[in-house]
């Protein structure tokens, strides 16, 4: 069956057809590690897992390649500002290397949380600086480049085709009403490859270059690691809507400038996700949620929001809220009991699977992965006339694309003693309606690194 994915770059759903046959080079922007990822940010990185996943599920080998950017992040996306690193370091007292391996840390986690696959290589901007100067060098050499009083600058207007990624107007994109300007700056749109330290600073992070020490500018890494990393195997890259109109539309210009040769075939982006309300994600406090303030403290698993993302086609805007994530745990709830009632039956060879019902979601998925159309193609076979046994092991078929664990709903865990003792106490608390004794023993629980889960067969407590 045909796979078709959307390709932000033809604007057009059209069928997914590798560089090399059977394999595919995937390429995924990583987080800037100066603060929690939010969970806007983890649901574009669930989408890649689908895809991912889906490519898996068609037989594709992938090489999956993600950044993870610890250095040349500035504030503004177009070169001003301050760096979110060091920022970030002083904000906690801390080293910006520190912070940067704190929050790496704190992402791998996440993700592991929510079930998505690592990617086949892990790569830190700065293990790859001596790459970031070679490509600027390159640029040079082939006259793409300028320097001002703070940096070496790409000039966007030496490339043709800059906007062919955005489909930006160019001639309206003023800058100063948007963004602070740079007088040095030939063109609004041009960009900082790499940036001097300021004079008299000394940055922690720092780098010396054929043009005076200082650090990349964000968007290289990106084009650098890609290419030294997948070579010429660019099939699909991916990242936020937010990363359309500068950071992609940077790397290609770059990348293409650099080589003569088309960069990645196919561009893939996640929307936004929208808190209820219509307010924006911020920083600020109280609006800023991260998957351990919005749903672990809360004691909700978090694969209750990797379920939630499911039900909006990941172009389309998500909307968050307490309900909707109350939705989704009734739902997913509801979907494990559906399994664990055909569980029973076992799981039998490959020839059970129920052939009809794996093309409906076949089509679905590869239908630009239809997640909501997945969904319901779920539900028909569990609703359906199959056996239970051919149920269960279509159900655990599907489940290598949903990443749901359907296959371990049925193992209760050893708990430590402590946690053991705890857990009773608060069963107890809970009969006798101590509401704040149970609340506070959920999260002494919690503190052990374990979750409490509300369900109704009960408390189900499971290591995090
Ligand atoms: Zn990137």
């Not at 088309?262 to 929307?271: E, L, Q, T």
């Amino acid at each position: 069956m045909k796979l078709k994915l959307y390709n932000s770059l033809t604007r057009s759903k059209a069928e997914f057809k590798p560089v090399q046959a059977g394999e595919v080079g995937l390429y995924t922007c990583g987080p800037t590690v100066y603060n929690f990822a939010h969970i806007g940010n983890l649901r574009t990185y669930i989408f890649e897992d689908i895809l991912k996943r889906v490519l898996q599920y068609n037989g594709y080998r992938v090489k999956h390649v993600m950044n993870i950017t610890d250095v040349g992040h500035l504030t503004g996306d177009r070169d001003m500002g301050e760096d979110k690193m060091e920022k970030g370091a002083l904000r906690e007292g801390r080293t910006a290397w520190e912070i940067a391996d704190f929050y790496t840390q704190a992402f791998k986690s996440d993700i592991k949380h929510l079930n998505i696959l690592p990617p086949d290589i892990w790569v830190k901007a700065t293990d790859t600086i001596d790459d970031q100067i070679a490509l600027i060098k390159t640029l040079e050499e082939n006259d793409f480049t300028y320097r001002t009083g703070d940096g070496i600058y790409f000039d966007t207007s030496r490339f043709k085709d800059y906007t062919k990624l955005s489909h930006q107007n160019l001639e309206s994109l003023q800058e100063g009403a948007r963004v602070e300007k740079n007088p040095e700056k030939r063109n609004p749109t041009d960009f900082a490859l790499w940036k001097f330290s300021p004079q008299g600073v000394q940055r922690q992070m720092e780098w010396d270059s054929p043009w005076g020490t200082g650090f990349p500018g964000w968007h290289i890494e990106c084009s650098a690691m890609s290419m030294k990393f997948l070579g010429d195997q660019l099939d699909i890259h991916c990242g936020g809507t937010d990363h359309i109109d500068v950071h992609h539309t940077n790397e290609i210009a770059q990348s293409e400038a650099a080589t003569g040769k088309k960069f990645f075939n196919s561009w893939m982006h996640g929307a936004f996700l929208i808190i209820a309300g219509g307010k924006k994600m911020a920083k600020s406090e109280g609006n800023f949620l991260t998957l351990e303030n919005a749903l672990i403290k809360a004691g909700i698993h978090p694969l209750v929001y990797r379920f939630a993302t499911f039900q909006t086609h990941y172009r389309k805007p998500m909307e968050y809220s307490d309900e909707s994530v109350q939705a989704a745990r009734n739902g997913l709830m509801h979907l494990q009991n559906q399994v664990r009632n055909i569980a029973t039956a076992g799981r039998n060879p490959e020839n059970m699977i129920s052939a009809a019902h794996k093309t409906g979601f076949l089509e679905a998925v590869n239908d630009d992965l239809n997640m909501p159309r997945a969904m319901a193609a779920v539900q028909d076979l569990l609703k359906s006339s199959a056996s239970d046994d051919q149920k269960y092991t279509t159900i655990l078929e599907f489940d290598q694309v949903l990443g749901l664990d359907l296959d371990r709903l049925d193992q209760p865990e050893d708990l430590p003693s402590e946690v053991q003792k705890l857990v009773d106490a608060r069963l107890n608390a809970r009969e006798n309606k101590q509401w704040d004794a149970s609340d506070r023993l959920r999260d002494e629980i919690q503190d052990l690194g374990y979750l409490v889960q509300d369900t109704p067969e009960g408390m189900k407590v499971i290591k995090k």
